[in-house]
């Protein structure tokens, strides 16, 4: 069974960094593209950026909002993908998610519970 | 950046009724198009990709369409358990967008 696990959330004062870590598991990680998003209460979704597999580069794509304050990377040694921010905003409050991709990030088939990132002084 | 817009932003249904969602995008995206629910509290689910492929384990009743500009998604006879936020997502271009979600209510 597919399962992904976030973790790494929690209240966070602005301006901080905070690291989350998306611990995958029922697949091997190494074959697939990896993204994250996140929801703000009560608002829609929004995706944060994509890492492809090593296969095809390893590299990232960011949204904009973001673009110049995070980092998405990962070890797949570990199943893990990551999503470090920096600098972080009040606007920055939301639940994150991890997701399996299918092919390059078009679609999004498996996702993990979320973890709740605060940004509060 | 593609605009993604969903039409209703919240839709009143029964139980057994017939509920259509539509999405358009602001520029044309092939198929390259899928369907997501979310319930309160729960992370999303994709239930179709590529305008009309159902993902495994999802039932039938739900079916989408569409090309280009314009999709829909439809749920042929609502259950209970259908109850739900439905999002449209495009993987035509970065950055991936999504329409801004169409509660499906109790009537």
């Known amino acids: 069974e597919v399962q992904l696990v976030e973790s790494g959330g929690g209240l966070v004062k602005p301006g901080r960094s905070l690291t989350l870590s998306c611990t995958a598991s029922g697949f091997t990680i190494r074959d697939y593209a990896m993204s994250w998003f996140r929801q703000a209460p009560g608002k829609g979704l929004e995706w944060v950026g994509s890492?492809?597999?090593?296969?095809?580069?390893?590299?990232?794509e960011y949204a904009a909002s973001v673009k110049d304050r995070v980092v998405i990377s990962r070890d797949d040694s570990k199943s893990v993908a990551y999503l470090q921010m920096n600098f972080l905003k009040t606007e920055d409050t939301a639940l994150f998610y991890c997701?399996?991709?299918?092919?390059?990030?078009?679609?999004?088939?498996?996702w993990g519970q979320g973890t709740l990132v605060s940004v509060s002084s | 950046d593609i605009q993604m817009t969903q039409s209703p932003s919240s839709v009143s249904a029964s139980v057994g009724d017939r509920v259509t969602i539509t999405c358009r995008a602001s520029q044309a995206i092939i198929n390259w198009l899928a369907w997501y629910q979310q319930k309160p509290g729960k992370a999303p689910k994709v239930l179709i990709y590529?305008?009309?492929t159902l993902q495994g384990g999802v039932p039938s009743r739900f079916s989408g369409s569409g090309s280009g500009t314009d999709f829909t998604l439809t749920i042929s006879s609502l259950q209970p358990e259908d109850f739900a936020t439905y999002y449209c997502q495009q993987g035509y271009s970065f950055p991936r967008t999504f329409g801004q979600g169409t509660k499906v209510e109790v009537k």
């Open positions: 590529a305008a009309s």
């Open positions: 890492i492809r597999a090593k296969a095809y580069g390893g590299t990232t």
């Open positions: 997701t399996r991709d299918h092919g390059d990030a078009n679609h999004f088939d498996s």
